[in-house]
């Protein structure tokens, strides 16, 4: 006979564990609410009061609600109230030593079939559970910041938990309104290991000053539809927090990628830990306060100091497929003149009629009226013969990923284009400067990366090759803003921001499918409720293609020589076997 929860107990009143409270109060669940003394049960009691009070004013409870919400919390500084408790959750900060501190003492408690809960990220639970005299009633019960909102729990299984314990506590996580997943007892769980991996990564890309702190958050939000840029939510996580839960990810799996980059243990110790001190990779108004205000690493308004931009009037674009298709309609709405060109005139037809049917759908939605796709279809010309770019200002080619292919393109722009004109490619795996280096003017090659759909994905990676000009790259940032784009702005290596970022978190996802540690379904749950990401990482596969997130990660394998980036052998066996996503009706999910 399962458990019935009536009263719990909570321990530790900062958000997590203030959250927590919420959560039980909310489902008519009496809670007993402890902290160390009566100054950090008030503040604990005021944060409760400013988060029910939100969403009283929000219209999301009533003042009833409201009232009896706070009614079912009783306020503590003893251990001894839980004597009658059926469940305690532990929230206090993530130290070992102090929950298994904790446990000892709360083992001799509560009753002898109360549960024993822990809220840790990362810490071992089984190391915890050892330190009572009944082990077997220990879980883990990890709640996602902030609770009352989000709705996924991670509940950990150790070796020596008792089955009707995670039963009865996964039952209580589904009436609590959360999605719950049973997962053993490995550092970081499901959402942490993928999530910390990629955060440090980005901490890594920020400290080499790859790219800046705005752009490689921007990057996340708009090339990946990110709620928040990876910076960003490791000032709202607290550095402090992210520098234990990698320590303790690095020590039990020994994986380099969880490796906390340097700059973390440098920016804890000088007391920067993020939003809760005012300052981290930003600095806000005031500690604990999430508005970021202006400081010495802020970027200028407009373009570089003292850089002179290219004029440009028209454009010209190679290529007839999606992506180029999406870059013509984006430049000829934006005003420019756009001269296309496409192997055959049936590309070229291929290309304008498909323009077509995007501005009439667009003007169905009464996004754009027929006056406007008219005049937007007066600046667009289509060729077969690339000599028809001998005068524009700028080339944007999106022909196949191939080295060779895209060589002898450049070559042949070289000599077609006039002197001052641009050359840019949106290769999103090759090396630009390979492009640049048969031309006579490495100087005038840029990347200019558009994420698909084009007309749609606001963001482009602005990449500059070891020769670019400082004009050039000043002149591609001023043309993206002027088409309504964000533009980031980094080196020429593989990857660049985005996919550098992305596709590892992506392996390393596949790898805990291999190890058998948890599901498809169950990762892409814990990534989409837990982290708020837009897709599941095995969802995102399918979609962008087994075939090509592959050919990205051999490529990312291959410029860094990083172990970890070797690609899963599962994506190999899938992509071997022809099951490719999507596209082909079968990848890790069968469509």
Known sequence: MSREFTKVGVIGLGTMGVGIVEVFARNGIDVVAMEVDDAAVERGKGVLAKST?????????????????????????????????QLVVEAVPEHLHLKKELFGRLDTIVAPDAILATNTSSLPVTEIAVATSNPKRVVGMHFFNPA??????????????????????????????????????KAGFIANALLFGYLNHAVAMYESKYATREDIDASMRFGCGYPMGPLALLDLIGLDTAYEILDTMYKQGRDRLHAPSPIIKQMVSAGLKGRKSGRGFYTYA?????????????????TRAGVEVRTIESVGVIGSGTMATGIVEVFAKAGYAVTFVARGQDKVDGVLSAIAKSQAKMIERGRLTQEEADAINGRIMGATERTALGD??????????????????????????KPGAILATTTSSLPIIDCAKVTSRPGDVIGMHFFNPAQVMKLVEVVHTVATEPDVVATVQNLCA????????????????????????LNDAIKMLEANYASADDIDTAMKTGCGLP?????????????????????????????????????????????????TGRGFRTY
């Not at 950990?156 to 209580?172: G, M, P």
């Not at 309504?484 to 990857?495: E, H, N, W």
């Not at 592959?550 to 970890?564: S, T, V």
């Open 53 to 85: 009070g939100r969403a009283l004013d929000r219209g999301k409870i009533t003042q009833e609600d409201h009232d009896a919400l706070h009614a079912r919390v009783t306020y503590t500084t003893d251990m001894g109230d839980f004597a009658d408790c």
């Open 148 to 185: 009352p909102v989000l709705q996924f729990v991670e509940v950990i299984r150790t070796v020596i938990t008792a089955d009707d314990v995670f039963e009865d506590v996964k039952a209580l996580a589904e009436r609590l309104g959360k999605k719950p997943v049973i997962v053993g007892d």
């Open 286 to 302: 005031a500690a604990g306060s999430p508005e970021v205000v202006a400081d010495a690493q802020t970027p200028a308004e407009g």
């Open 392 to 417: 524009v200002d700028i080339v944007v080619e999106a022909i196949a990923e191939d080295l060779a292919i895209k060589q002898e393109l450049f070559r042949d722009l070289d000599q077609i284009c």
């Open 482 to 505: 002027s088409v309504g784009k964000v533009a980031v702005t980094c080196g020429d290596r593989s990857g660049f921001i985005v996919n550098a970022l992305l596709f590892p978190y």
């Open 535 to 583: 897709m599941g990482p095995f969802e995102l596969l399918d979609v962008v293609g087994l075939d090509v997130s592959l050919a990205i990660q051999k490529e990312l394998y291959l410029e860094f020589r990083e172990p970890g980036y070797a690609p899963a052998p599962l994506l190999e066996h899938l992509v071997t076997a022809g099951y490719l996503g999507r596209k």
